[in-house]
Structure formats: structure tokens, C-alpha cells
């Protein structure tokens, strides 16, 4: 099978066999290959069906966030190139418009699908196509705004989408939140879907006329009036269908050709299991989204290299080291307890901590709101993700001068999750912001110092950057907490004959490319700048002083970060020192390790080297 082409004519026992095989097939190449794997496997039947039934690519279909689009990739023609999945060079990860004309719409972050597609229809519609549109959400996902705007514009229109919610009860973590309730209620009402079901045997699923519609919609009224589960999607606009089987390949495709002949805003609601068909993915579905590499045997995950704690470790032990004492202190993440460390105080102090969902706008205002009621919340954002919250952090939080220490986590280039996830610009973002402090820790003990400066009156709204993975082992379990003067760099070598100036863990790369410099005879200047914002002008000035060139560092985009800052201070002042910068260049970079996009951006080792010597 290479193409949908090929299922079409597939039975039942066939379509299968199939599943079966597109299971095997992901389980083994993600364990070599690590990827999403929970998801996808637990979209297999209703991935299958919707290639069959549906003439895809005319017909599109738009897959919320991409983690289970890896069915669909192997059915639309990338079965060998799977291999390569999320790999330097390779496919992505999600779905990409300029990968595959399958693809009808780029994803990675959540919430989107229901409005791309929507816009996908009405802009065939009015150009006179008749084809399908199909988007396919999460209830994790449904936690999301975006979604609901969607949801609520595409209800209005009555267009002609169907919107797949994917219902597995769980996205990262455990869904949660008073969707996830109603959508738990909506599963036990037999009652109605029983009635409705009845109708809808009685009608047919062919179009049928205006007037027998019209008077189904005064039956299901009665329905609604009559049962005691009211249901907020057909509030919205949609026609409920379901809660079904979304592992019965066979209950799929019978309803997705009814669904495909009913013109009209509708809505399915499939029931799946995350990690369906592979045991250790079905048991523990959190670690199992995306569990590393793992023998498919006996699923047995392997354990990394012992050595340089997790960054992520770091702000989840400080932040309960801080709660402790300060009772003031609560945590909010916006699904990512487990991802961001937040869990560790959530174990100890669940009444403290708040997983909002995917929901970051709502987990900074709601973040300013406490702070506003007296309370001192961190809250900890994925950096790519935090670019959704802007305004909130602009008008809810800066502007108003609320205290807020946003902790930015998977700052930088993040790796295999590619260009949707990289934490590129929140140093140019942010920066113009006034009343915002942004500051970025070179090591473990740094971040989790600067976690407890933050808490000090000195100290405003911070934004605290922070890289994926592991530092560079500095020690920091149990050590005494030390004050971090805001606004202050420190010089980590001294030299003169050209100014390093880094920010972040990426210094780390600094210091190797200064000893390496050192040994061919260039003595370098290297200073930890530790703030972006506000700026150490006293360090800046002084380093000007001693070297006419200077380059900066940062694992970040180069406009509008540290080397922006270090050149506006330097043209400001007329100061005859040439600056160059090293960072992430003015595209969007593609997926690898860490250390191959560093390379490839040229800002590794050797590309420090090469700046710092070839002046």
C-alpha cells in the first residue's frame, strides 16, 4: 500500500489486516526512530477509514497538532521515507504543506485545525468546489481557544466540514477541565444517541429535502428538551454524531459515508485508546506519547547516559524548594506538568499548582489575576508556545505592572520536533516590552538562582529562558540559594584581543571555542551576560573599553536579540567596535539534534571558533 488509492477496494477483513500492519510498522520504526508514537497508534482505524472513504488529496483532511498523522504519512506515499521521520534531512514530524499534497495544512501547535479547515472550505466553496473538508482534534486540543473560535464562526456558516473530535481522554498528560466532564457525560447518554440513531436509520443518510430537514431539526429540538444531557456542540451549531468506536474500522468507514452525503457543519465524536495495540504505550500513555528509543520486544525504554541533570529537573525541585518557604508561591502550566517538572510540587502541593490545558493566553491571565490577588505565580510556558500569549503578556501582565516570573522552557533550537517548536524568538519578541525583565541562565545553578532572585521585591516581571535537556553539570542540588543582582553580567574569562558576550546555556559552547582560541594564541574576552533586558550597559562599556571587536552568542534569532541589543548600544554611543553575531539566522530552521542545527547555523564549537579567530 502506497497511496489511499490502493485501500479503496479493501474489505473489512482487509482494512484489518491493514491496521495491523500500519501498527507494526510505526512501533518499529519508532523504536529505532523516536516519535509521537501514543497518538498515531491510537488513530490507525479511523486514519485507514478516512482514506477510504474520502478522495483524498481533493478532499482534505487537516490533523490538529500532526503527533497522529503518522498513518497518514505511510498511506500517502512516505512509507520508506518514514524511516527517516523527524530525522536531520528527513520528513517532518507533522504534517507540511511542501512535504506532501496529502498535507493540506502545516500543524504542530494545537488548536488550529477546526479554523484551517473551515477556511479551506469556504475558499473552495466559493470557487464553486464541491469537495470534503475534515479536521481532526483532540479532546486535548478542544482545551484550546482557538479551537472554539473556530467551532463557533464555522457553526454560523454552515458550511459543509466535518470536524473528527478524537476523544482518547488524554493529551500529554490526563485531559482535564469542564470539557473534558461534558464529554465524559455526552459517552453515558444512551438516551439520546439512541433516539437520534433511530431517526437517522428511519431518514437515511442520502440529501434529502429542505422541508424533511427542517423537520428533524424539530424532533431533535424534542430530544434535547427530553434528555437530560444537553449537548454544547449542537448549541454551536453542529449536528452531533456519536459518541462511537473509533477502533472499529468497520463501524468508521459506515459512518463516514453517511457523514460524507450530509451537507452542513457536523461533528463526530469517536472514542479511541491512545497507544492502541502496543501493551506498554496503552498502560502508561503519558510516557508513552513520546517515549525515546525502545526495544518494540519487550518495550523495555533506553535510559539515557547518566550525567548533567535536566534543565527541566531543576525548575521542578527549585520550585518546590521556593514553595516551601513562601506560601505565597503557585505553579500554572498549560498541560505540561510532567514535560516542565511542574509535577514534582504538584505531588506535594496539588492545591497549588494549576494545569489549565492547552491554554496559554488563559495561563497567563489567569497567572496575572493571582498575582493581582496578592499571590506569586510561576508559570512555565514551552517558548514556542508562548509566542500564543503575547498580548496577554503585554496587556495583562506588563502593562499593568504585575508581578509574573514566566519561565520559558525548550528555549532555543528544541531538536527532532523541527521548526513548529523551536523556541527562536522569544528574546526578540520580548525584549521590546517594557516593564519585563528577560533574563537566561548559562548552567543549572544559575537558573535555578535565578528562580529565587525572581522572588525578591527587587525584582519585577521576569521572563527566565531556559534550553531542552540536560546543562553542563554544574552542580546544584542543595546548594544555598544566591542573590543575583538584576541586570548584571559576569566576565567568565578575561582577555583582549576580541569580546565574546554570551547569554544562556549556549555558553557553555563559548567557553570550549575560548580554551580552543586561547590554544592558537587569541586571548578572549568572555562574559555570561546574563540579561537581555535589562541590559549590563556597565559590562558593555567596559568590555568596549578593552577590545575593538566583539561577538555575541545566543541560541536565539539574531534580530531583535543580544546581538541587536549590542549593536544598538554601541551605535548609540559611537563607540569604534565591530560586533558580529552568532544565533539563529532570519529563516526557520529545520529538524535535527541540537547539535546539528547548531552546526548548521554556525554557531557550534567550531563556528565560535572560526568568528572568534578569523577577525
Known amino acids: 500500500m502506497e497511496f489511499p488509492s490502493d485501500i479503496k477496494g479493501l474489505s473489512q477483513a482487509e482494512l484489518e489486516q491493514l491496521c495491523s500492519e500500519l501498527r507494526e510498522y510505526i512501533i518499529s520504526c519508532c523504536a529505532e526512530n523516536p516519535g509521537h508514537i501514543g497518538a498515531s497508534l491510537g488513530v490507525v482505524e479511523l486514519t485507514v477509514a478516512l482514506h477510504k472513504v474520502f478522495d483524498t488529496p481533493n478532499d482534505k483532511i487537516v490533523w490538529d497538532v500532526g503527533h497522529q498523522a503518522y498513518a497518514h504519512k505511510i498511506l500517502t506515499g512516505r512509507r520508506e521515507a518514514f524511516k527517516t521521520n523527524r530525522k536531520f534531512g528527513g520528513i517532518s514530524g507533522f504534517p507540511k504543506r511542501t512535504e506532501s499534497e496529502y498535507d493540506a495544512f502545516g500543524t504542530g501547535h494545537s488548536s488550529t485545525s477546526i479554523s484551517a479547515a473551515l477556511g479551506l472550505a469556504v475558499g473552495a466553496q466559493m470557487q464553486g468546489s464541491e469537495d470534503n473538508f475534515v479536521a481532526v482534534i483532540g479532546d486535548g486540543s478542544m482545551t484550546g481557544g482557538l479551537a472554539f473560535e473556530g467551532l463557533n464562526n ?45 431517526i437517522w436509520d428511519r431518514l437515511g443518510a442520502r440529501k434529502i429535502r429542505t422541508h424533511v430537514q427542517n423537520f428533524t431539526k424539530y424532533i431533535k429540538k424534542g430530544i434535547l428538551r427530553n434528555t437530560s444531557t444537553s449537548n454544547l456542540f449542537d448549541s454551536l451549531g453542529f449536528r452531533y454524531f456519536g459518541p462511537m468506536d473509533g477502533n472499529d474500522i468497520g463501524q468508521m468507514v459506515n459512518i463516514l459515508s453517511r457523514l460524507k452525503e450530509i451537507e452542513g457543519p457536523k461533528l463526530l465524536h469517536v472514542i479511541t485508546k491512545k497507544g492502541k495495540g502496543y501493551k506498554p504505550a496503552e498502560e502508561d500513555q503519558t510516557v508513552w506519547h513520546a517515549p525515546g528509543q525502545f526495544d518494540p520486544v519487550t518495550g523495555i525504554r533506553v535510559s539515557g547516559k547518566e550525567g548533567a541533570s535536566k534543565f527541566q529537573d531543576v525548575f521542578g525541585h527549585t520550585l518546590l524548594d521556593l514553595a516551601r518557604v513562601n506560601e505565597k508561591i503557585v505553579g500554572i502550566t498549560p498541560a505540561m506538568a510532567t514535560g516542565c517538572s511542574m509535577n514534582i510540587m504538584m505531588a506535594e502541593m496539588p492545591d497549588r499548582v494549576f494545569d489549565v490545558g492547552i491554554a496559554e493566553q488563559h495561563a497567563v491571565t489567569f497567572s496575572a489575576g493571582l498575582a493581582a490577588a496578592g499571590m506569586l505565580p510561576f508559570c512555565n510556558i514551552y517558548s514556542s508556545f508562548a509566542q500564543r500569549a503575547y498580548d496577554n503578556i503585554i496587556h495583562d501582565v506588563a502593562l499593568q505592572k504585575l508581578k509574573v516570573i514566566l519561565c520559558l522552557d525548550r528555549a532555543g533550537v528544541v531538536g527532532e520536533d523541527g521548526p513548529t517548536h523551536h523556541g527562536a524568538f522569544d528574546l526578540s519578541c520580548f525584549r521590546p516590552i517594557p516593564n519585563v525583565m528577560i533574563a537566561a541562565p548559562l548552567n543549572e545553578l544559575e537558573l535555578r538562582n535565578m528562580m529565587y532572585s525572581a522572588t525578591l521585591p527587587e525584582y519585577d516581571t521576569i521572563i527566565i529562558r531556559y534550553p531542552r535537556g540536560t546543562g553542563n553539570g554544574t552542580p546544584w542540588k542543595d546548594e544555598p540559594f544566591s542573590r543575583i543582582e538584576p541586570g548584571r553580567g559576569v566576565i567568565l574569562q578575561e582577555g583582549n584581543d576580541v569580546a565574546l558576550l554570551s547569554i544562556g546555556a549556549i555558553g557553555h559552547n563559548g567557553s570550549l571555542a575560548v580554551k580552543a582560541a586561547r590554544e592558537r594564541g587569541v586571548s578572549v574576552l568572555h562574559c555570561d551576560m546574563r540579561f537581555l533586558k535589562p541590559i549590563d550597559e556597565e559590562l558593555l562599556a567596559d568590555v568596549c573599553s578593552k577590545v575593538d571587536r566583539i561577538v555575541t552568542l545566543e541560541d536565539g534569532a539574531l534580530k531583535g536579540g543580544l546581538y541587536s541589543a549590542v549593536s544598538e548600544f554601541v551605535a548609540s554611543r559611537n563607540i569604534p567596535c565591530k560586533v558580529t553575531g552568532l544565533g539563529i539566522p532570519d529563516r526557520f530552521v529545520g529538524q535535527g539534534t541540537p547539535a546539528q542545527l547548531h552546526q548548521e547555523c554556525g554557531y557550534d564549537v567550531e563556528g565560535i571558533l572560526k568568528a572568534l579567530t578569523n577577525g
Request: glycine share 4%; aromatic share 2%; net charge positive.
Open 154 to 198: 464555522a457553526g454560523s456558516l454552515k458550511t459543509n466540514l466535518l470536524v473528527i473530535l478524537n476523544d482518547n481522554q488524554i493529551s500529554i498528560d490526563k485531559s482535564i477541565g469542564a470539557l473534558h466532564n461534558h464529554l465524559m457525560k455526552v459517552t453515558t447518554s444512551r438516551k439520546y444517541n439512541r433516539i437520534k440513531k433511530t
